[in-house]
């Protein structure tokens, strides 16, 4: 597609869009080096809030990726701003190590313990998923405090299949609380607005490309900007049929936008 070769800024999905778990996708090394050789930029957005950027770099470092900080925006990034709008005395942090390594260097007053003093609770992807992590959450939200977490994803796709996202943990808690929180991640706009920000190309020389309709592509649909459906991850063409988030184009995966790029 000719129309293609307009665009300037690809915001990239990583898991199901470029790699699986360990497996980068075939076409993406091609698919880069092409947007720098055209004078465009890519840059990694994930709702994936188990993992720091420095993690993430080490990730892309063992399949053939150099990148550094200013390439990545994460649902995290969001949530940081987001909190530090709200100025909260004290926030538990539902999630992994690394989660509350970046809130804490973020500098928000955070814990991971039940204390006096709690305003917000904010729930990340928790690979490290406890039942004591569960139940105080839930003793939490008997209180009037805010509830926040990262990303509204299902499922997170693996090599052999799926495994529960955010949404399903805090769908889980809903049907002991009846309180769901705000999420901050895709499909809200936020991530894709900052990028474009950041590197200066318009709406209309932007793409996203990722693999669920209810988050990647409801943010490109929300921010103005095009999209491209891929269907290498958990997105699938009876999900468009019955979707009434339509993206600009749909693809079987990287390689073929790659290919129609040339």
């Not at 039942?131 to 926040?148: P, R, S, T, V």
């Not at 943990?169 to 705000?182: F, Q």
């Not at 063409?237 to 290919?259: C, G, M, Q, R």
């Amino acid at each position: 597609m000719n129309d293609l070769k307009k665009l300037k800024l690809f915001l990239l999905d990583m898991d199901g869009t470029i790699y699986l778990d360990n497996a980068l996708f075939d076409g993406v090394i091609d698919f880069l080096e092409h947007i720098r050789k055209i004078g465009g930029k890519y840059m990694f957005l994930t709702n994936n809030s188990s993992k720091s950027v420095d993690k993430y770099i080490e990730k892309l470092a063992s399949l053939g990726i150099e990148s550094v900080a200013d390439d990545f925006l994460t649902s995290t990034n969001a949530t940081v701003l987001h909190l530090k709008k709200k100025d909260y005395n004290k926030i538990y942090a539902f999630g992994t190590t690394s989660f509350k390594e970046q809130l804490n260097a973020a500098g928000l007053n955070i814990t991971d313990k039940i204390e006096d003093g709690i305003d917000c609770l904010c729930m990340g992807f928790d690979t490290e998923l406890t039942f004591q992590k569960l139940e105080d959450a839930c003793i939490l939200l008997k209180n009037d405090i805010d509830y926040i977490a990262t990303n509204p994803d299902w499922v997170c796709p693996t090599w052999y299949g799926f495994v529960p996202d955010c949404g399903s943990v805090s769908e889980m808690i809903y049907n002991a609380t009846k309180k769901r929180p705000i999420f901050i991640g895709k499909p809200q706009p936020a991530m894709a607005l900052l990028a474009m920000e950041k590197t200066g190309f318009s709406p209309e020389e932007t793409v996203l490309i990722g693999d669920r309709l209810y988050t990647d592509i409801a943010c490109g649909v929300n921010a103005g900007i095009n999209s491209i459906f891929v269907l290498s991850g958990e997105g699938t063409l009876d999900d468009l049929a019955k979707s009434d988030v339509k993206p600009t184009y749909v693809y079987n995966n990287i390689k073929e936008v790659f290919e129609d790029m040339r």
